[in-house]
Each structure stands twice: as structure tokens, then as C-alpha cells.
């Protein structure tokens, strides 16, 4: 089983649409959680740490739960520009590492 | 501007070469890494530093070679030991000791073996 996991994809949505991605991990002992946002053939970058009580940067909403290990995006009012694919990224203290989901993708259609 | 400097973009090479390739940063950030990506796969760890000097290996060390002696700089070499070399490889840097963990990245180095 992989470490932290993610449905691929890709996710087709019209303009406008909300659109939720999950991810989950296997590390009951990760403290940490990212968002990153990687478009096509170019670097990963952050998008929006998750916290506890979830949290929210302006169209972008994360969630996290702790009791079922999993994190989750929604992205309300699909834009053109949020096609890319997004990777769910988790802290383990206990390693002292980041580890990466493999991405899910996601095109917004006009 | 601060950032992360990778070159060259891309780079081929025969099979049996050593390439090196450079990662630079001015962010002042203790803590480097080095990631390979391969298509439809999320980034796997190669090598990492804390401080100057010091560096550890990452999941997929084998073939690979660091070295750490500017705190600015961690360049990675893909030796022929390395059996499939071809990747996008993504150098990041962040602030040690941070239990966030976030990371920036370099745009990154795409390696062709011919």
C-alpha cells in the first residue's frame, strides 16, 4: 500500500464547477499536510498547508481528518487556469520527510 | 529575486556517462533535497542535506552522488550505476528543523539517457 494515495484522475469539469479531491495516508503518526499545485512539465508548488480545522484561501478549501487519515481540495467556481495536477503532500515526523502522492489531475473545460 | 536555480533544463546523455547537475539557491534556507519524478509517479527522495557538509541518502540513493560544501549550492551527480536515469529531476530547499516541512522548488532538470 502506498503511503499516501490519490485517485489519478483526471477530473473533467465545466467552468464554474466545484470539484473535491481526496487523499489519504497510511502514517498514523504524520503531523503535517500540503496541497501543491504542479502544472504541466514544470516544479510542484505549494498551494496551501492543511490545518486541523480545515482551512480556506479564497476558492480553495482543505479539510483534514485525522480519525480516517484522509485530506481533501475543493476548488469551487472552476477557473480555466486551475487545470493542473494537484499533489497531496504529508509530513511524518517520525521520518523526517515529505512524502507525494502520485497527483490527481484536473482539467476545467469552457 | 529570491529562488531556486536548476541548470541545465535539459540535458542528455550516452549511456556509461556521469552528469552533474546544479541546484542553487539564495533563500538562505539551511535544508536541501533532491527529488526524481517519473511519469504518472509522485516524487521520490534521493538525497537530502541539513547543513553544510553533512547530507543524507533519500528512498532511491543508489547511482546517485551529492555533495554539500556551500550552503547555497547541492548538486546532484547521475552516475552510470544508475540504471534508468531518464527523469525530471526537482531540486527543493527549506528552512531545517521546520516541522511544517513545506518545501520550494527549482523549475527542475530533465534528464534523457540516449
Known amino acids: 500500500r502506498k503511503e499516501v494515495e490519490q485517485d489519478p484522475g483526471p477530473f473533467n469539469v465545466p467552468e464554474g464547477a466545484t470539484v473535491a479531491f481526496n487523499c489519504t495516508y497510511s502514517n498514523s503518526a504524520s503531523q503535517s499536510f500540503f496541497w501543491y499545485r504542479q502544472d504541466c512539465r514544470k516544479e510542484p508548488k505549494l498551494l496551501m498547508s492543511?490545518?486541523?480545522s480545515g482551512n480556506e484561501d479564497g476558492r480553495f478549501t482543505a479539510q483534514l481528518n485525522r480519525a480516517s487519515q484522509y485530506i481533501s481540495l475543493l476548488i469551487r467556481d472552476s477557473k480555466l487556469s486551475d487545470s493542473a495536477t494537484y499533489l497531496c503532500v504529508v509530513y511524518s515526523s517520525n521520518t523526517g520527510k515529505l512524502i507525494f502522492g502520485q497527483g490527481t489531475t484536473l482539467q476545467v473545460k469552457p | 529575486d529570491g529562488g531556486i536555480t536548476q541548470s541545465p533544463k535539459y540535458l542528455f546523455r550516452k549511456e556509461g556517462q556521469n552528469v552533474t547537475l546544479s541546484c542553487e539557491q539564495n533563500l538562505n534556507h539551511d535544508a536541501m533535497y533532491w527529488y526524481r519524478q517519473d511519469p504518472g509517479q509522485g516524487l521520490r527522495l534521493i538525497y537530502y542535506?541539513?547543513?553544510?557538509?553533512?547530507?543524507q541518502k533519500g528512498d532511491i540513493a543508489e547511482g546517485y552522488s551529492v555533495s554539500r560544501e556551500k550552503k547555497e549550492s547541492f548538486p546532484l551527480t547521475v552516475t552510470s550505476a544508475q540504471k534508468n536515469p531518464t527523469a525530471f529531476y526537482l531540486c527543493?530547499?527549506?528552512?531545517?528543523?521546520?516541522?511544517?516541512?513545506?518545501?520550494?522548488f527549482g523549475p527542475g532538470t530533465r534528464l534523457t539517457v540516449l
Open positions: 542535506s541539513q547543513i553544510v557538509n553533512d547530507f
Open positions: 527543493a530547499s527549506n528552512i531545517a528543523g521546520t516541522p511544517s516541512g513545506a518545501q520550494y
Open positions: 492543511v490545518y486541523s
